[in-house]
Each structure stands twice: as structure tokens, then as C-alpha cells.
């Protein structure tokens, strides 16, 4: 079990900045699924932190690289692999070399690969939890409605496509949150969903 492995590890400020550089190096610059989203994921970590008790140095590192391999996902070889799973993969042997102990490396690697929550790995530790609740707070609320037509927009889907994302992902998320503050955190931004989803469907009598 995850929780077997907690240690009294300490990861130093020089090491998390080699992580943030590191991860922004791999992420684009957009605000989809790049470096913007990977900052809103850090702010919401921090928050739900505040009032979850965890390892605040394992839940920054973990946030910082959850994403990173969405920037191999495309190759031939990797299709079909999950991000998480990618991401898991490329932050290991870079943790590694950066002197974080085994150990610590293990909680982050199990916090990247259970985030997602079509990775079909569930989370463990409370860090994990906040990880894979802060992914999901970002896809929510007005900027979840921002990414969701951005991100829909080339698939030329049109009003009911995001209708039918809406009923088939988002306004799911709630259910697949884990901490009480998300859950906190969540109620309006689900809200701000309904309504959204209504008016589509009030407006353009779908």
C-alpha cells in the first residue's frame, strides 16, 4: 500500500524549483491542458491543502509534473497510453537524478498516476486525493466552460457537442471528488455548469 511508504523526507525549495522548470519546459504554453493549467492545479493544491492535512512538499512536486506526458502522447509508440500513465513514467528517473530519496519519489509517482481519473488507477494517499480533486476543480466552473470550448472547437461539434460534454463529463466531476473541501470548493462552480448546460439546451432547443 501507498501509505506503507510515507517517510519523514524533506524536498528542499532548490528541488521543487528543478521540478516547476523542468515541467514547464515539457508543457505548452496553453491554457488547456499547458503550463496554465498547471499553474491553476498548484493554486488549488495549495488551498485544499490548507485545510487537509498532507505532505505539502509531495502534493507541489506531484502537481507540478501530473501532466508532463501529454508532450508524448502523440507518438506513434505511445498511443493509446493514458497521460498519467506517460507522465508517471517521465517524472520517475527525473526525480531520481534529482536526489529526491526513493521513497519520496514513489508517493509523487503514485500521486501523477492515480489523478486521472481514465487511468483507471485509484488514489491512495490524501495527497493523490487533492491531486486528482484539483485536476477536477479545473475542469469546472467558468474556466472548465473556457478549456471545454476551446478544446471542442476542432472537432466542429457545435453547440451540441458541448451539451453533450457537459452531461457526459463535466457535470460528472462532482461525483468523483474525495476531499470535503473540494467537494466545498465545487458546489458552485457545478452550479455555474448546470446553468450553462440549461441555457444551451433552453436556447438553442437542443
Known sequence: MVRQLRCIGLISKEQIQYIQDFAKNLMSPDDVHGWGHILRVVELCIQISQQ?????DILLAAAYLHDIGRAFENLPEKKGINHAILSAEKAMPFMLKTDIIPADAALINNCIRSHCFSAGVKPESIEAKILS??????????????????????????????????????????????????????????????????????????
Open 52 to 56: 487537509e492535512s498532507c505532505n505539502k
Open 133 to 206: 480533486d484539483s485536476d477536477k476543480l479545473d475542469a469546472m466552473g467558468t474556466i472548465g466552460i473556457y478549456r471545454m470550448i476551446v478544446f471542442q472547437e476542432p472537432s466542429n461539434k457545435g453547440i451540441a457537442g458541448l451539451a453533450q460534454h457537459l452531461d457526459e463529463k463535466l457535470l460528472r466531476l462532482k461525483d468523483q471528488l474525495h476531499t470535503k473541501t473540494a467537494k466545498n470548493m465545487a458546489q458552485p462552480r457545478h452550479q455555474l455548469l448546470v446553468v450553462f448546460r440549461d441555457e444551451i439546451r433552453r436556447e438553442f432547443k437542443i
